[in-house]
């Protein structure tokens, strides 16, 4: 073999070398570009379904929250509606005829007096109680505000028996309010 053969053999393969390490190269470039780009669009996936997860956390919320509040103005809405039955039902004991006045403070005094079992005074809440009162014998000390009804308390004051129409409805409210919450809304 020449020196020419040798050299153009070292040449060839020299080139032959310089081929398949550039050819290596381009598919180490190409694995490396495939895996990044795998990664960036399973990276793009990831953001996405965190952003849907968050959007259907955040809807689940504010559905939840809309859900709250028309329950919340529903309830108030009800309240306001049993607050007004209370006021109107005062109202229309306010309004009672003198007939039927005098017969339910008769009976307030009577069943006030049996709870006292003794001698007992009131305050009255209209001119109308004193004659009740005198009727029963049951002594008048002073008056109170209120839209109909009579205070009992004992004579040494240690028992007192508020039968105010008020005073009744507010002992009552509770029992009356789920009543009158059943009946408005069954």
Do not use: W
């Amino acid at each position: 073999m020449t020196a020419e053969t040798i050299i153009n053999k070292i040449k060839t393969d020299a080139e032959k070398k310089a081929q398949d390490i550039k050819k290596e190269a381009e598919q180490k470039a190409k694995t490396i570009k495939q895996d990044a780009t795998k990664k960036a669009k399973q990276h793009a996936q990831n953001m996405i379904d965190k952003g849907k997860q968050h959007a259907e956390n955040r809807k689940k919320i504010m559905i939840s929250q809309a859900h709250q509040n028309a329950k919340r103005k529903e309830m108030n809405a009800k309240e306001n509606l049993i607050e007004t039955c209370f006021q109107q039902a005062i109202d229309q004991l306010g309004n009672l005829d003198d007939n039927t006045y005098k017969n339910t403070v008769k009976q307030l005094m009577l069943q006030g007096k049996k709870q006292i079992s003794g001698e007992c005074n009131i305050k009255i809440s209209r001119d109308l109680d004193e004659h009740i009162a005198k009727e029963i014998g049951v002594s008048i000390t002073g008056k109170t505000e209120a839209t109909g009804g009579i205070i009992l308390s004992s004579k040494n004051g240690a028992i007192t028996i508020d039968n105010t129409f008020e005073g009744i409805l507010k002992r009552e409210k509770q029992d009356i309010r789920v009543k009158i919450g059943n009946l408005l809304f069954p």
